[in-house]
């Protein structure tokens, strides 16, 4: 026991005595949750909008009116050409054209049917088609007030159905991205800060040669890693608990569940962590190399945990391959507890997986890691 | 001339000597962009929700089906009470519920109306909207097919055109985004430790003894990575052509020089970074940390920048992901030549110049 002591003593001198680190490890992720919280938002605002309107008719200039109104469309430009609007397109000055034909009131008011050309850059298909709904929705209000002036009372004799959708977003009644985010960018944080310095630290030794005095004192292996990794466990935890402190305070994240079992799952989350960042600096040559290994898979577990694109869109072997993402069950956690209050027996599946990835991970790292090289 | 040569030379052997490193190198990429592209969309597709249909007569069951038949959706499961909504999303198995109220199908008869609730579990926003605006599709269209026959007065219809992506492929939209992620990250965290790892290892003193000048010991450092990340670079644009048929409509030519450009601004700010920090750790850790999160979020990768807030806007200008990305979407998929992307192109020179410069008026010739 007195060993474990010295050693994690001594590791965590090692860490503190580095002031460049410090900033690093503490600063740099409470800068990047703050700032970057805000960045992540899949809501579609500010479309660059641009018509043509080759009409001028008080139905045409209505209609724009109606785009001016919304709150999702704004720098409305009118553009001379067809030919104009799609060079400003390939500029990319503009997102949305509305093309409205010559003589668009008078064939309206005889024909009573009229297409309208919306063209729309969709190089970002998903917000394209977003972009598509709001266009239509516009475009169906302006209808419904077209009825009101123009119709007939005749016209209204049979009544037809409707059915009437009410959404009910639960846990986020408002949509607000933060609420989702900030948890998942404190998960991301918590991870690669853990991953990155356990990922170094046994090839650092490796590296500069001082791991073999190591090898010849009489420590045992498992005091050895547990040494090793403990202050980082520390370092882990601490950042969640600063991370948590800032999500309450700055963006009014809800904390629904227990706090407590938020704890319990993430100190076993991050032991999953540290073996993996043990098993790498274990099997790499240079500290290169376990950096290189350790953001390949940081990358791969951020862009698959769910967090950013949906999980179950995925092929259904992509959906296999995040059940051995961790990033994704702690996501999930997160979200789980703080926004919808899960319990305990909620979670367990999740946590029971991860104490088994723990337990699997670091016998591995534990297993390979050879006292004598 | 001829030492620096040298020095190049020294350089690739370094490099080349370190097989494992270099696996590593070419294999990782390779490995992302294949994976990245197959498996991430963000399209929503298969969603598992639940029914709680409390009239179970033919029009709802009408309409379970045409949802079920989609192929956004997956009714998982039946519920019987309002309670279970709550027990269903707490355990995450669902992400929306479907609850239809009484006498949905004679309501719908008698009043003209009957209603339905869309309960989705919006902790992930996106989503939430996302299928109640699906939800909301495939109900106009039955109710389309119910009204056939009424005609409504003064229709505005739009046909919409989608331009330089017509099937709405997420794959055109993530190959550039992991393409950058991966020559930055790779380029940046090659370069950083090349120097910090000399003054680690005690090399430095030799270096600094040498008659060879601060600008060509950072420029004979980077040569050789050039020539790496351009192998990257290769093989990422060909996987993205010949696996992902991703279009290349302008001038590969020019998506060369860019890809290039891109490369070299990125080795730049790893040596930069190298020149700053003590040990190979410091070095690392400012390159993955400090990189890596704000590359995926404030490039215009996943998440849009027009929706950001003005400062997050203006703050996404330093990063130089987000030029390259507008540049290779640029090339590849609307066509454009450099007429279109000299602005971008301008920033890209202009930071590699001053991250260049930064680094060698860094670059101490005394060990301290």
Do not use: C
């Not at chain 1, 059915?163 to 900030?182: A, G, H």
């Not at chain 2, 990340?229 to 996987?239: E, M, P, T």
């Amino acid at each position: 026991m007195k060993t474990i002591l010295y050693i994690i003593q001594k590791e965590f001198k090692q860490i503190f005595r580095n002031k460049g680190m410090l900033p690093i490890i503490f600063v740099l992720p409470v800068l990047q949750l703050i700032i970057l919280s805000n960045a992540a938002t899949f809501e579609v605002q500010n479309i660059k909008f641009g018509y043509i309107d080759n009409d001028h008719t008080s139905t045409s200039r209505a209609l724009v009116e109606k785009f001016n109104a919304s709150e999702y469309f704004n720098v409305l430009t009118d553009f001379p050409s067809e030919s104009k609007a799609s060079a400003e397109m390939l500029l990319g000055n503009v997102d949305v054209v509305l093309d409205i034909p010559q003589y668009f009131e008078r064939d309206l008011q005889k024909e009573k049917y009229m297409n309208l050309g919306v063209t729309i850059n969709a190089i970002d298909g998903a917000a394209a088609g977003v972009e598509n709904v709001y266009v239509t929705q516009v475009i169906q209000r302006f209808n419904q007030n077209l009825k009101v002036d123009l119709q007939q009372v005749s016209d209204q004799q049979i009544q037809p159905v409707n059915i009437n959708t009410i959404p009910l977003f639960w846990y986020n009644e408002t949509l607000n991205y933060k609420t989702f985010m900030v948890p998942g960018i404190l998960v991301l944080l918590v991870t690669m800060i853990t991953l990155f310095l356990s990922g170094m630290n046994i090839v650092r030794e490796k590296e500069i040669g001082t791991l073999e005095q190591i090898n010849v004192t009489p420590i045992k292996k498992s005091q050895f890693i547990i040494g090793k990794l403990f202050p980082f466990w520390v370092i882990g935890m601490a950042l969640l608990t600063i991370g948590l402190l800032l999500a309450k305070v700055i963006f009014q994240v809800p904390m629904v569940g227990s706090l407590a079992l938020l704890y319990l799952y993430t100190s076993i989350y991050i032991l999953v962590i540290l073996g993996i960042g043990l098993f790498i600096s274990n099997f790499t040559d240079t500290q290169q190399q376990a950096m290189f290994i350790a953001w390949f898979f940081t990358v791969i577990f951020i862009l698959m945990s769910g967090l950013f694109t949906p999980i179950e869109s995925m092929p259904k072997w992509a959906q296999i391959v995040t059940e051995f993402n961790p990033i994704r069950y702690f996501v999930e956690v997160m979200r789980m507890v703080m926004l919808k209050g899960s319990g305990f027996m909620d979670i367990l599946p999740h946590l029971l997986k991860t104490l088994l990835y723990a337990f699997v991970m670091n016998g591995l790292a534990v297993w390979r890691y050879k006292k004598t090289t | 001339m001829k030492r620096f040569i040298g020095f190049v030379k020294k350089e690739f052997y370094h490099i080349f000597r370190d097989r494992r490193s270099l696996f590593i190198l070419f294999g990782m990429p390779i490995a992302q962009i294949l994976l990245f592209g197959f498996a991430i969309t963000n399209e929503i597709n298969n969603v598992d929700i639940a029914v709680l249909d409390h009239s179970k007569d033919a029009t709802t069951k009408e309409i379970i089906n045409k949802i079920a038949a989609s192929k956004y959706f997956s009714i998982k499961q039946m519920i019987t009470h309002e309670a279970d909504i709550t027990s269903v999303f707490e355990k995450g198995q669902v992400k929306a519920v479907l609850n239809f109220e009484n006498d949905f199908s004679k309501n719908l008869i008698n009043d003209h109306k009957a209603t339905l609730q869309i309960v989705t579990d919006a902790t992930d926003p996106n989503t939430a909207n996302t299928i109640s605006n699906y939800i909301n599709a495939i109900l106009q269209q039955y109710q389309l097919e119910l009204n056939k026959g009424i005609t409504t007065p003064y229709q505005i219809v739009s046909q919409t055109r989608m331009v330089y992506n017509p099937e709405l492929k997420s794959v055109y939209m993530f190959v550039p985004g992991v393409m950058t992620i991966i020559l930055m990250l790779v380029s940046a965290m090659m370069t950083s430790i090349s120097i910090t790892k000399e003054k680690e290892m005690g090399t430095m003193e030799i270096l600094l003894v040498s008659p060879i000048n601060p600008f060509q010991v950072i420029i004979g450092k980077v040569v050789p990575y050039i020539f790496l990340s351009v192998i990257n670079a290769i093989v990422i644009v060909l996987l993205s052509i010949f696996i992902f048929h991703m279009p290349v409509q302008g001038s590969l030519f020019l998506l060369g020089f860019e890809s290039v450009l891109f490369i070299v601004s990125a080795l730049a700010l790893g040596i930069l970074i190298s020149t700053i920090s003590k040990t190979q750790q410091t070095a690392m850790m400012i390159s993955l940390m400090g990189l890596m999160l704000p590359v995926i979020l404030l490039s215009g990768f996943i998440f849009p920048i027009s929706s950001m807030p003005v400062p997050l806007q203006v703050i996404s200008n330093i990063i130089p992901a987000k030029w390259f990305i507008i540049i290779i979407k640029g090339i590849m998929l609307k066509g454009v030549g450099l007429q279109y992307i000299w602005k971008e192109t301008l920033i890209l020179i202009g930071m590699t110049v001053f991250f260049i410069a930064l680094s060698v008026k860094k670059y101490k010739i005394r060990l301290e």
